[in-house]
T-cell receptor
Framework: DSGVTQTPKHLITATGQRVTLRCSPRSGDLSVYWYQQSLDQGLQFLIQYYNGEERAKGNILERFSAQQFPDLHSELNLSSLELGDSALYFC???????????????FGPGTRLTVL | AQKITQTQPGMFVQEKEAVTLDCTYDTSDQSYGLFWYKQPSSGEMIFLIYQGSYDEQNATEGRYSLNFQKARKSANLVISASQLGDSAMYFCAMREEDTGRRALTFGSGTRLQVQP
C-alpha cells in the first residue's frame, strides 16, 4: 500500500458526460501528479499541483481540469467525455522538495474510466 | 526523439534465474533521476528503485539492482532470483531536474513473465 488513495476505483459513463476523480496524497506529501495510462499513448503526465498551486502541465486536454484543495487532496475533472478518454488515471504524490532528486513519486491504485 | 526507450516488449525468465530489463534514456540535463516501477496485472504502480545522475554507485534494493552506465545513457534493471510474483509490466522512468520538469517520463514498458 503506497499510502495514496484514489476514488472511485472504476467508473463507467457515457460520451458527453462529466466525471470527477479524487486523490488523497500520502501524509506529508505536498505534490500531486496526475497521469493517464492508455493502450495507445502509454503513461502520460497530465498535470502537477504543489501545495495548492498548479506547478506544471503536460498533455492535458482543455476538457480536463484539476485542483488541489487546502487539505491537499486533489480532484481531476474530465468533461465532454469521448470514447478515447477511456483509460486508467493515476494520481501520484511526493514530498515535492525542489532540487531533491530523490523525490520519489508514489502512485495510487488508479481509477479505471470506461466511456461508452 | 523518445526520452525513455525500452526495447523489450516482452521477456521470459525461469524461476530463480536472474533477468535484465533494458532501459536507455535521452536527456541534456546534468541532473536527473531514473526510476523503475512495477505494474502487476492488478494495475497499481509500485516503486522499485531509484538512481540519481550523480550517484557513483549502482542502486540496489533487495533483489533489484540498477545497472547504471551514464556514458551509454542506460539504466537497466536487474532482478535476481526471479519469483513467480515478479511477473508484471516494468516501466523505466526519468525525471529531469535542470529543466524543472519534475513529472516522470515513462518508457513503453517490458512485460516480464516468470516461468516455473
Amino acid at each position: 500500500d503506497s499510502g495514496v488513495t484514489q476514488t472511485p476505483k472504476h467508473l463507467i459513463t457515457a460520451t458527453g458526460q462529466r466525471v470527477t476523480l479524487r486523490c488523497s496524497p500520502r501524509s506529508g506529501d505536498l505534490s500531486v501528479y496526475w497521469y493517464q495510462q492508455s493502450l495507445d499513448q502509454g503513461l502520460q503526465f497530465l498535470i502537477q499541483y504543489y501545495n495548492g498551486e498548479e506547478r506544471a502541465k503536460g498533455n492535458i486536454l482543455e476538457r480536463f481540469s484539476a485542483q488541489q484543495f487546502p487539505d491537499l487532496h486533489s480532484e481531476l475533472n474530465l468533461s465532454s467525455l469521448e470514447l478515447g478518454d477511456s483509460a486508467l488515471y493515476f494520481c501520484a504524490s511526493s514530498i515535492g522538495t525542489s532540487g531533491r532528486l530523490t523525490d520519489t513519486q508514489y502512485f495510487g491504485p488508479g481509477t479505471r474510466l470506461t466511456v461508452l | 526523439a523518445q526520452k525513455i526507450t525500452q526495447t523489450q516488449p516482452g521477456m521470459f525468465v525461469q524461476e530463480k534465474e536472474a533477468v535484465t530489463l533494458d532501459c536507455t534514456y535521452d536527456t541534456s540535463d546534468q541532473s536527473y533521476g531514473l526510476f523503475w516501477y512495477k505494474q502487476p496485472s492488478s494495475g497499481e504502480m509500485i516503486f522499485l528503485i531509484y538512481q540519481g545522475s550523480y550517484d557513483e554507485q549502482n542502486a540496489t534494493e533487495g533483489r533489484y539492482s540498477l545497472n547504471f552506465q551514464k556514458a551509454r545513457k542506460s539504466a537497466n534493471l536487474v532482478i535476481s532470483a526471479s519469483q513467480l510474483g515478479d511477473s508484471a509490466m516494468y516501466f523505466c522512468a526519468m525525471r529531469e531536474e535542470d529543466t524543472g520538469r519534475r513529472a516522470l517520463t515513462f518508457g513503453s514498458g517490458t512485460r516480464l513473465q516468470v516461468q516455473p
